[in-house]
């Protein structure tokens, strides 16, 4: 019989995520977007995409729970649901979302709900002939099994479940083979949007792993400071060249997308568009820049109603989560890409601290511990993909999540990314703490069905993604320490000639 507590706390968890996640929509959100019409639809889709991928990452605890105290919840269930709802969400909800609230707002709802629809089928074709024809050729897990031969000496008998002595096992044969299993096409459907969310994950978790941390760090090093009149002055001015510098280049950029040629050649167009998209997002990093100089200054002019318990908290925030990030880091080095003489990790790390609590009696800190590592990793990718935007401009659009001034397109952008990666933080989650996961439903699932599939397989047993993720977070490590500021280069210019002119 299923366990009444877990049930319990399994809905009082899913309550709770529908309201962390409206208070982030509330908090965040745009004023103009926060209407009727087209914009509820996609809210609601929002707050949906977050507590799905939130839900995702909080059912592993539960998981663990139900296959130690064998409570009796059907988890396979569970994750099927979930990995189809995702599937969906990704590919039909959330982009037919994104066409309904990009459609012209003075069109009639009919005529843009037509476009969307029309739109959502051109992408659920190419969509489903990528699920269904992969699955036709991948669908087999080859999973490797040990085959032991030996004969029995029939002096005695052996009860059920009783260890074989030595002494009846005078000779035996073992050789190793390959069992192919068919998995099912919710299982591949797991398989296909891991392995894309794993290419985004080490991306974008490669990125926020240390940013995070740093960032709240920084952020309590360059905290409001309470400015002389004369200081203040000098701030001033240093803003106003920067609006100035930011006009001109804002007009040059206006000048250069009207100067596109349709006359010339189609790679010499294409070349200038690039150019064209390539400016114009550098000139909104220059802006996004600007704006937070600017907020910095008003909370400088108005310092004695800041509460300087903010910045200190961020600073006690950030080096905890630089430490768990370190703690990561050196899990998946010793855990996962340095097996020991035998073939075997090194050392279980984060897997025997985990047990071991377990083993103390103390369940429920094992599972808060387990649960904070595995969001820890969430919030990574959610920071990962704003930083890696905002560093490189010129590969993805940027989509930046800032309090009342988020449209409900980046909203969308964002929930669809962390979505699929969602599920790829739980395959990696069960494979880097494999032992404290034994037994689970997401651990048959992901390690010993996903994991041998093929062509999928090879990445896995090679530990591509991992080997991908700690050289790409030691090297934005590297660059966050080198590099501190997110200013461009034209307008840290500005600025130090400002100061060499103050002194």
Known sequence: MADVFLIIITIVLAILLVIASFYLLVLYCHPEDRGWGTSLFCKIVVIAGMTLSWAQVLILPLDVSNSRNDAGLDMTTFWYIIYMCVAIMVSIIIPFASFMYETDDEKPIVSRVFTAICYEICLFIVISIAYFVSWAYLKYAQIPVTIITTTLSPSSFLNAGDQIPSNFTPSQVSNNTTLELEVTFVIYVMAFTSFIGNWLFVLFAGVGLFSLPLDMILEFCNRPKLRKSSEAKEIKNILIRKTETLIEQGKNVRKNGENISEDEGFWNRRRQKKDFEKSFNEFRVSVLSLERDYDIFKLELSIVDVNPAVWFLKLVGGVLLFGVSIVWWLHIIIYILAPGISG????????????????????????????GLALHLLFCVQKGN????????FIFTIHPMKINETWMNSFLFNINLVLICSVSICQFCTKALSIYTRSTTIDILFNQQVRYLKFFQYFYKNNVFEYILVIWSVLTLAYLLLKRSDKPKALQQIEELQKIKIK
């Open 386 to 393: 704003i930083k890696f935007g905002l560093r490189i401009p």
């Open 344 to 371: 075997f990790p090194s050392s279980p790390f984060l897997n025997k601290m985990l047990t071991d609590i377990e083993a103390s009696g103390v369940n429920f800190l094992a599972t808060v511990f387990f649960a």
